[in-house]
């Protein structure tokens, strides 16, 4: 599985952004779908993730309420809604795709990375 992740850019404190992750090689839809990001000199962390059906999402506790991930199977897709967002959240963000039935929120647990795409948020 190849993953492309894009949608970065600079915004504003309390703006939006939309990141998307395509897929490519395989489909993911029996993959759980995972959005980690690292800030400069900090590790990878967890963000959101979401089961092959869609039907069960996991969101890191700081992030619940701003964040949202979905996905499109048939476009063999996922998406990451960003709101409200603030200089905290800025980071290269990756999409990971792990071969689990539940979700996963380990960094290590999953198979397949996309390059990152950098969000920068300025105050």
């Known amino acids: 599985v190849q993953l492309q992740a894009s949608g970065g850019g600079l915004v504003q404190a309390g703006g939006s952004l939309g990141l998307s992750c395509a897929a490519s090689?395989?489909?993911?839809?029996?993959?759980?779908m995972g959005w980690f990001r690292q800030a400069p000199g900090k590790e990878r962390e967890f963000v959101a993730a979401?089961?092959?059906?869609?039907?069960?999402?996991s969101y890191a506790d700081s992030l619940k309420g701003r964040f949202t991930i979905s996905r499109d199977n048939a476009k063999n897709t996922v998406y990451l809604q960003m709101n409200n967002l603030n200089p905290e959240d800025t980071a290269i963000y990756y999409c990971?795709?792990?071969?689990?039935?539940?979700?996963?929120?380990?960094?290590?647990?999953?198979?397949?990375w996309g390059q990152g795409t950098q969000v920068t948020v300025s105050s």
């Open positions: 979401i089961t092959w059906s869609g039907g069960s999402t």
């Open positions: 090689g395989r489909s993911i839809s029996t993959y759980v």
């Open positions: 990971a795709a792990g071969a689990y039935y539940y979700i996963r929120t380990m960094p290590s647990e999953y198979d397949y």
